[in-house]
């Protein structure tokens, strides 16, 4: 599909008017969602406050709960800041469920055959999940650069082969002891297993990763020459060759970089949270990240606490489900609803000061 | 044999809907990528409504009205607002599919009313394609006339010219007079409307009842489908056949092919876009624009102004 359709991207720093202006520009967005959020909930007959105080009880009430939130900031954040990268450079990274799976099997992989300690084994994993995403976000982006078909379908498909792959190891060659089941390999050997903080879901690891990959990817698209490039690719891959950068290098920089920290989602999943590889061991965090990404106006800046909202909104939901027996999908209703209306919101938004701008008087104090 | 065709073109009966329905939306050049979203969530919808009710038709009503409902936010996002038609698209996708879960909880496992089976008169003995084609129920003989009215308005009313002219050369068709985004908007919701009548052909005719991800991935596929057949409905609808030949295949190796059972179901959405990939390669692009007889059933060229916002000012 055509470049001219790309978002329009702003990677203007926060600066004090930008975070209020962003900040004022979510209030009214969240106030809609909230209001759609309690009319759903009155239409199934659920009781509307009592549902809203659950979901924030469920994300934060104690500490295991705020241990199972964080950790599901992890996959978020780590998608998140890779797709920054992808997105920066024009792309749609449809393929980073299949991104995720794959580093999750690359750490399976590892995980399972490798001897030795934690000091050893973990590393390992950990890099193998690294390798196993960055190499299968390879395989959409030469599909791009190369074979000139359109990375969403292309990462579509190579997200079904993904899962596919990852349940043909589960109840082929890695099937448990006796039965093959869809319900997981084996657990893991200890010494591959993420620490956690106490009797809580929290692995200090994980989440240090996760905020380290934040950062780099701030940095990355703030100081360097190569986010300056990567983004004069993503704006117009033409004039950008034409200024001399080499735009397929770039491309598939940015599908490695992102392919990179979706695997290392992947390896967390399966080595931190679960113990062991299940089919669904993305848990759908790779679409939500998107999501978050839209959300953040593709920022970096704006990922971490964005995407800490929307884990809490998911833990939280879960709650909803084992007490008010309501379906745990009203999360993701949430967090579809809010994203929607702050996009149609923000193109209500430019288009409002657009028609202002053409007024010669009332176009003085913009913004 | 005739009854392995038969269920061939049951299967690919509402991925022809979304096909063609979502085929004139980007021939006048709005992508809805919210197809996904759209088939779930009508799919829903539609056996909810069909199920208070009592009734088939108030079930495909509702299920071509939250078709329409999808569309018209897409095309209102991209028309109105400028928005990037993918983003909204995805976004909707999302929602709309945690909404078909959420609302449809109480749903699950219910039985409800079905389209009924009708034998053509006269047709169906026609030897061989009267047991494939015309022993079936009316969702598929509506999926018929929905491919033959699409393709002989696209290719040969000047209102179909006219739908083309939009998702090519906007600008020159608003210097004729044309009113650009009034028609995009009429056809996108259009297009909604036959995605949802995708859905309540799964709920109420091909699959039914509903239960969580009863569509699952088959939006996507819809939407490579329509690459897949360039832009044609007639294309497209051959491209909902293979994919359906695909599905029935997987199904009956599934006895066979004990060991990897389990991911057979997935087998025919793997291939689908995988053919999609072979037939953008570059090598295979140069030998269908060299010879005009493989162009006709290979090429595809997205319509050039597809995705594109277009400002009369």
């Not at chain 1, 209001?35 to 759903?40: G, H, I, K, S």
């Amino acid at each position: 599909m055509s470049r001219e359709g790309t978002i329009r991207q702003r990677f203007s720093g926060p600066s004090l008017r930008g975070i209020f202006g962003r900040a004022g520009s979510l209030l009214l967005p969240i106030a809609l969602a909230l209001v759609v959020t309690l009319l759903l909930l009155l239409l199934i007959g659920a009781p509307p406050i009592g549902s809203l105080r659950l979901l924030w009880t469920g994300a934060v009430g104690s500490p295991g709960k705020l241990a199972d939130t964080v950790m599901a900031w992890v996959p978020l954040a780590l998608a998140g800041a890779g797709l920054v990268v992808t997105f920066t450079a024009g792309l749609w990274n449809i393929g980073i469920e299949g991104q995720i799976v794959a580093g999750a099997v690359a750490a399976t992989g590892v995980a399972r055959v490798v001897p030795g300690s934690s000091a050893v084994l973990i590393p390992l994993t950990l890099a193998a999940g690294v390798v196993g995403g960055a190499l299968w976000a390879l395989l959409a982006g030469v599909l791009k650069t190369r074979g000139n078909v359109n990375e969403i379908f292309g990462g579509l498909g190579l997200d079904f082969v993904a899962s596919g792959m990852a349940i043909y190891l589960i109840i082929g060659p890695w099937k448990r002891q006796g039965i093959a089941s869809t319900s997981g390999t084996d657990l893991f050997r200890r010494e591959a297993w993420l620490s956690t903080v106490g009797t809580t879901s929290l692995v200090p690891l994980a989440v240090a990763l996760a905020v380290l990959a934040v950062v780099l990817v701030y940095l990355l698209m703030r100081g360097t020459m190569f986010g300056l490039r990567l983004k004069a690719v993503g704006k117009n891959v033409t004039s950008a060759r034409l200024l001399g950068i080499p735009d397929e290098r770039y491309l598939l920089a940015a599908f490695a970089t992102c392919g990179a920290l979706a695997g290392l989602a992947g390896a967390i999943q399966a080595t931190g949270v679960q113990h062991k590889l299940i089919p669904a061991i993305s848990g759908g965090f790779g679409f939500l990240a998107i999501l978050v990404v839209l959300l953040a106006g593709f920022r970096a800046a704006w990922i971490a606490p964005i995407a800490l909202f929307f884990a809490g909104v998911s833990i939280g939901a879960t709650q909803l489900q084992l007490r008010l027996n309501l379906n745990s999908a009203l999360g993701g209703v949430i967090q579809g609803l809010l994203v929607l209306i702050v996009i149609l919101a923000g193109g209500w938004q430019q288009r409002w000061r657009s028609r202002r701008r053409r007024e010669p008087e009332a176009g003085a104090e913009d913004g | 044999m005739e009854a392995t065709l038969a269920s061939i073109v049951a299967a690919a009966t509402p991925l022809v809907y979304a096909a063609v329905g979502e085929t004139i939306g980007e021939r006048a050049g709005v992508i809805n990528l919210s197809l996904e979203g759209t088939i779930m969530l009508s799919a829903m919808t539609g056996f909810a409504a069909g199920f208070v009710t009592g009734s088939a038709i108030v079930g495909y009503a509702a299920a071509m009205g939250v078709g329409m409902l999808l569309a018209a936010i897409v095309a209102f996002a991209s028309i109105q607002m400028r928005l990037n038609q993918i983003a909204v698209g995805f976004v909707l996708t999302l929602l709309a599919v945690q909404l078909s879960t959420f609302l449809g909880d109480s749903y699950v496992g219910e039985a409800g009313p079905q389209v009924p089976s009708l034998s053509i008169p006269l047709l169906e003995r026609i030897p061989f394609l009267g047991a494939v084609l015309f022993q079936q129920n009316l969702s598929v003989y509506g999926s018929y006339v929905a491919v033959v009215a699409a393709a002989s308005f696209i290719y040969r009313s000047r209102r179909g010219l006219i739908l083309r002219g939009i998702g090519e050369r906007p600008e020159a068709a608003f210097a004729r007079g044309i009113p650009v985004n009034r028609l995009r908007y009429l056809y996108t919701i259009l297009g909604g409307a036959l995605a949802g009548m995708a859905g309540a052909a799964f709920s109420l005719a091909y699959k039914l009842g509903w239960r969580d991800g009863l569509t699952t991935n088959f939006g996507w596929i819809a939407l490579a489908i329509v690459i897949f057949g360039g832009w044609n409905p007639i294309r497209a609808a051959f491209g909902a056949y293979l994919f359906g030949a695909l599905q029935v295949a997987a199904g009956k190796l599934q006895p066979v092919l004990t060991g990897i059972s389990q991911i057979l179901p997935l087998m025919p959405f793997v291939l689908m876009i995988f053919a999609l990939v072979l037939v953008n390669l570059r090598p295979l692009r140069d030998l269908w624009d060299s010879h005009p007889a493989l162009r006709a059933v290979f090429a595809s060229e997205p319509p050039s102004g597809l995705g594109t916002a277009f400002h009369p000012e």
